[in-house]
């Protein structure tokens, strides 16, 4: 998503969560795809499942920061 690709990403990650992928780090990368491909409700819920898995995960700040900017944003 990062080389512009967003909808092919989302494709992609849709597929690893469809597995039943359960990692924190996955649900904010899902979420910033979301983000990209312009659904902020999605991302919005991404980053909260990303949080409520692991709290204390490495992207954990990240992901708090991305819900503050989301909120912000409406």
Do not use: W
Request: aromatic fraction near 4%; glycine fraction near 6%.
């Amino acid at each position: 998503y990062r080389a512009g690709k967003a909808e092919q990403a989302a494709g992609a990650m849709e597929s690893a969560l469809s597995t039943g992928l359960r990692n924190a780090e996955a649900f904010y990368h899902a979420a910033a795809i979301a983000r990209a491909n312009g659904d902020p409700t999605e991302a919005a819920k991404l980053l909260r499942d990303s949080l409520e898995l692991n709290p204390a995960s490495t992207v954990a700040a990240n992901v708090r920061h991305s819900l503050e900017s989301l909120a912000s944003s409406d």
